[in-house]
């Protein structure tokens, strides 16, 4: 076999920097330019990186020079003042005055791992300041150009909290609070940066820090925790710690009276963050998400400071949610100084506590009571609100205006009467009024359907059946106008609760009842020619876009502003998004002005000559509204409008379905 001869030319010699042809303008060769040119943009973003950690750090110490001592970060402000639409003063916003601050051994470890959990699951390992959340959450400052998310740790949480700059949410204040929270991570141990954490923030229902959180959520389950020296906070279990640490990201949210469903799940994500982190074991988890959450009678709420309780109790939350919600709103509104007007008109406030103080006589709690709310046709706004007995607030806080679901019986009628007309079924059209026994579509149910004591007309009109609450041809109207079509009307005009679509529903048998307060809106929407109307201080009223989400209430307020004296003084203030703190009107048109119009005029009727005479106001005078009852008068309600206000009253026992008979 011959061996191929090696020619010279196929003998490969590397080149050594600098050989090669030159380019084309005889300069240096390229590879050695972006070499050189990869080697400087290295060093330069080593050096700008380099630069930009010092320059921050030191931006941080020097921001932190001027900022308040750390001793002095939860002095109290100056309190806030409530008053009625004319000024007139109804007492001081309560939240802080009876807040029980607590020392670090007497916070259960329970506490302490279920607000880690779910607001700061680094705190152990961050700086004070949660870089990863910070870059992102300025990267979308930056894009929006003011601040709009959040990134916070606990210590930059507390910071906010504690000094003014929790009052504006602008990027040079996140920055000054990233400073003193790198500080008070370092002066400052974990327990002590969560005492004074938990001892100043706002959890719902007037509770302001940790122990009387403890105390209005649970000490009914601690018997023995108020007594002397002894803390509700020290005795907290799995599921309460996880309710409590739930609330503070959204008190109105997650209000385990009126939100329980929301509550519970949050409550339910707190537990299950404690277990991933292995603060709880199985066993203990299993337990905590079976645990019930506290009901009306167990949440006791810290005693309210003003002549109107039940009100002003109500009107606290959306004075909170509108000064930024949660932890910084709570500050601001009860230690920012400020002076809140509220919607509440005392004369007519008066007039109905003592129309209902004049016809309940018991007031020991053994006979029935009763809730009003009274709304401004106009605006929409609250002039009044009953929601107990006028000094019941302090031993049942329960406000049954705003909280109390009931099934609303035959008042519920008009929203089936709209949705007819609407449909086309004319007022004038005629039906069948005797005992009706209806087969239930795709199930073995019978739908009963009897009058009132039997009473029936033979064959009547829709407009007859409204005026003498005709159960048997309501039952015909509704399920021909379709149930789920009168449930969405119901909640485009204001119903805020679910409202089912069974056949019941037809008559006001809901699942799920409703408060005056929601009944008092929808009726208002009649009076209003078919118009929701709301405030720009409404609750959620940023929100709402239409249709039945995020369905704006009823404002309590009117405007907030400044304490003090000068230039400052009674200002309106501006809200974190920029809006001025005053409540302008808003509406949106639900129903045909048509068919509104139509159905006042047969409301009108039932308080003319059918069954709600007795809300007559004179042969000259223009009422409108309807009764209802429930089975066994366990509910009764009477809900109408004038050319000025719109009434909802609701008489029955608090507890249960007790008959009034």
Not at 65 to 76: H, I
Not at 82 to 103: A, C, F, M, W, Y
Not at 330 to 336: C, N, Q
Request: charged share 25%; glycine share 10%; hydrophobic share 35%.
């Amino acid at each position: 076999m011959s061996v191929p001869e090696r020619h010279p030319s196929a003998v490969v010699v590397p080149l050594r920097p600098g050989d090669g042809p030159p380019d084309r303008a005889g300069g240096p060769p390229r590879i050695r330019t972006r070499i050189k040119k990869l080697r400087l943009i290295a060093l330069l973003t080593g050096l700008g990186v380099l630069g930009a950690v010092s320059a921050m750090f030191g931006m941080l110490m020097a921001v932190a020079s001027d900022l308040p001592a750390l001793e002095r970060l939860s002095v109290p402000e100056l309190n806030s003042k409530l008053e009625d639409r004319k000024g007139n003063e109804l007492g001081l916003l309560t939240g802080s005055q009876n807040r029980i601050l607590l020392k670090e051994r007497e916070i259960t470890p329970v506490m302490e791992h279920a607000i880690i959990a779910i607001e700061d699951r680094r705190f152990y390992s961050n700086q004070g300041v949660d870089f990863r959340s910070t870059a992102r959450a300025l990267y979308q400052d930056l894009v929006a150009g003011q601040a709009v998310q959040g990134g916070s740790t606990i210590p930059q949480q507390f910071v906010k909290n504690a000094t003014a700059a929790a009052d504006e949410r602008t990027i040079s204040n996140k920055v000054r609070e990233a400073a003193l929270a790198f500080h008070v991570k370092r002066e400052w141990t974990p327990k002590q940066i969560l005492r004074n954490y938990l001892n100043t923030i706002y959890f719902g229902n007037g509770a302001y820090g940790l122990e009387a959180a403890a105390r209005t959520y649970f000490a009914w389950n601690h018997p023995d925790c108020t007594e002397g020296n002894n803390r509700c906070a020290e005795q907290l279990e799995p599921p309460e710690a996880a309710l409590i640490a739930g609330i503070v990201a959204s008190p109105s949210l997650y209000d385990p009276l009126a939100n329980p469903a929301a509550a519970k799940r949050r409550r339910d994500l707190v537990l299950l963050r404690m277990r991933q982190l292995g603060y709880l074991d199985r066993r203990d988890y299993d337990a905590g998400i079976a645990t019930e959450l506290p009901g009306k009678d167990e949440v006791v709420p810290p005693k309210e400071e003003t002549t109107y309780p039940y009100f002003t109790s109500w009107v606290k939350q959306q004075v909170v949610d509108e000064l930024g919600g949660g932890r910084i709103g709570a500050r601001r509104a009860f230690e920012g100084g400020l002076r809140i007007r509220t919607t509440l008109d005392s004369k007519l406030q008066e007039a109905a506590q003592n129309s209902v103080d004049k016809w309940l006589v018991a007031g020991d709690g053994s006979g029935p009571e009763a809730a009003m709310v009274v709304l401004d046709n106009a605006s929409g706004a609250v002039r009044a609100m009953v929601g107990g007995p006028r000094d019941g607030y302090d031993e049942r806080p329960f406000n049954l205006a705003t909280q109390g679901q009931r099934q609303p019986g035959s008042a519920f009628k008009p929203f089936v009467l709209a949705e007819a007309l609407n449909d086309g079924i004319s007022a004038g059209s005629t039906w069948s009024s005797r005992k009706q026994v209806i087969k239930v579509p795709n199930s073995t149910e019978r739908f009963e359907v009897n009058n009132y004591e039997d009473a029936y007309a033979g064959t009547s009109t829709l407009a007859r059946a409204t005026t003498f609450s005709d159960n048997a041809v309501y039952a015909q109207v509704g399920i021909k106008a379709g149930t789920r079509d009168i449930a969405r009307l119901a909640r485009r005009m204001g119903i805020r609760t679910p409202v089912s679509s069974n056949y019941a529903m037809t008559l006001g048998g809901l699942r799920e009842g409703v408060t005056p307060l929601d009944l008092a809106r929808a009726y208002h929407t009649f009076a209003s020619g078919g118009e929701l109307v709301y405030g720009s201080l409404s609750p959620d009223a940023g929100r709402y876009k239409g249709g039945i989400r995020n369905l704006p209430g009823p404002s309590g307020l009117d405007s907030i502003r400044r304490r003090g004296k000068g230039s400052d003084a009674r200002r309106i203030i501006r809200l974190p998004d920029g809006r001025k703190a005053k409540n302008r009107r808003r509406a949106r048109r639900v129903l045909p002005e048509s068919v509104a119009s139509q159905t006042r005029a047969i409301l009108a009727t039932v308080v003319k000559s059918g069954t709600g005479t007795r809300a007559s106001l004179g042969p000259d005078e223009f009422a409108a509204g309807k009764t209802g009852t429930t089975e066994a008068y366990s509910d009764a309600w009477f809900v109408g409008f004038d050319k000025r206000y719109t009434v909802a009253v609701w008489v029955g026992y608090p507890e249960g379905f007790k008959s009034m008979m």
